[in-house]
């Protein structure tokens, strides 16, 4: 029989959010700890464990979990693992479905990587509620993507598919980029690669700015939002400019997989029309001919802070994987789920 | 039950080719009829059930044909219909899955585009047989692709999915693209782009080549291979030149769907390790870390002659769409296949 909720999991660099959630996405309760407290990993899933409990008890949903969806950075899907990770400092393989399956007594755990969960999360909660072809776009520090084809997540042969970030989009004299290549979509088009734009176009040009009251070095995409609210030109120009990148790539994704809708989501699209309206119409100028007038640019339905954990959770309703546990205590009937 | 043979239907701009396939893949038989022959698609088809049926009556086939797979330009699997093809004569919109349909009198009719039914021939039959996750690459006139991910073709929300062959190689100063665009892949790396790199560099360079022997507009690419094999440097750096773009093209690919294999196809391949070997190294050189050492390049494997009608047939295996008859006589039991 199905239970009522899930669990769903965000480790992010800084804070593992939790919550408890419903089949109509709504978000019963949540809680959260400090993911770096721990060096060992086990002690941080005790701690995670303590703290889910606490959550579960307090709000009569001890034995109401059907399963735990866990987004994290570098998670495969297939393995359970999470792979050579940048900022958790628990090793290169980290068993965390093995896991966290064990310390909640068997409870199945399924895994993957952040974007790929707000791609789920949108399909079961949100802008993608059914639709079968769509691109999850996350625009934050980085450039992050979900795809989903034919109503199912795109995992690749290696469960790794799907790092729109990272085509490259400036074949010639493009910016460095975090993964140590060069002119990837993500060095121009995340919130960070705005800053960069702004810092380049404030050197190459001397027209006035409000963006020139500012020390370059710390300016922000929200900076450059709040100059371009302001109708200073320089600011809209980087606004053009990022969205008519955003589409030029976007017309490549389509003769990809031919989606409805490319979904945006993450603090750049606080920007509304300011960065949809290039993109757009960059998307539209640049398509193959048979593609034009069809995919939608559309923003996120999810509630920002709650989005992790619901794209997490999504994942934890079709979980499978199961930590094999000792026997159960002769007393008990073997078909029984353990308590939790 | 099922019918131990399928039809497989290549319309090409010159030839319709037929076969009567088996389920391990031998063209038990085969025949042509020329494509435009008649304005009329109605008579079109009459000519081409006639033909079918004398090669089905010839071999023992009739009434063992499970299913019709049709492979044509602009075929959409969705609808059954081919949109706006360039090189056929029958309208806008042709109903091609009704119409074979009705004149096979049920048997079940599925349509793709040539470059998603050699993926197909390819799964079935040929080099990606296990494989989930691959990408087919055909390089003839054009480029054209057929993507597999999770087990099956990627036909995206419309059923024109998988147009890689434009996907934009050069934003600044791309060559003219057929598609009306500059810069697309197809410009560079089909057999007609290999020709047009070639009477670029005979412009550019001044060194000797055994191409200059030639009038450059009426080189081919099967020139440039003849000339490459014979060590002319040139010709080499033609093949170079080719094989980089294409990795660069496949790195980017890589990061959309993660394939095992990316499986090339068609008259280019014939150049063997002069392509390969720097499409392999620049695949590499040019991948998201993530993805290094993991996707092969690897060749057709299916005899050329065959591969349009094999990849055709494949279709045919879970072909669905029957045209509705004329209600049977009395004297036969509803529930019954109508005889072909």
Redesign the interface.
Known sequence: MTKPYVLGIDIGGTNTVFGIVDARGQVVASGSIKTLQHLDFDDYVKELHSAVQRLLLANDAEGKIQGIGIGAP?ANYYTGEIINPPNLPWGDRIPIAEKVSKAFHGIPVAITNDANAAALGEMTYGAARG???FIMITLGTGVGSG?V??G?L???????????G??????NNGRVCG???TGCLEAYCSATGVARTAREFLDARSDSSLLRNLDPEDITSKDVYEAAVQGDQLALDIFKFTGEMMG?AF???V??????AIILFGGLTKSGELLLKPVRESLEA?L????RG?TKIILSELKESDAAVLGASALGWEAKYRAELPAPLPSQPAEETPLQ
């Open positions: 570098n639709m079968k072809d795809i084809v034919n199912q795109v995992y690749g042969h290696d469960g790794f598919a799907g790092e729109l990272h085509v490259v989009m400036k074949r993964c140590g290549r030029e017309a490549d994704m003769a990809f997989s031919s989606p409805q640049h193959f001919p048979i593609y069809k």
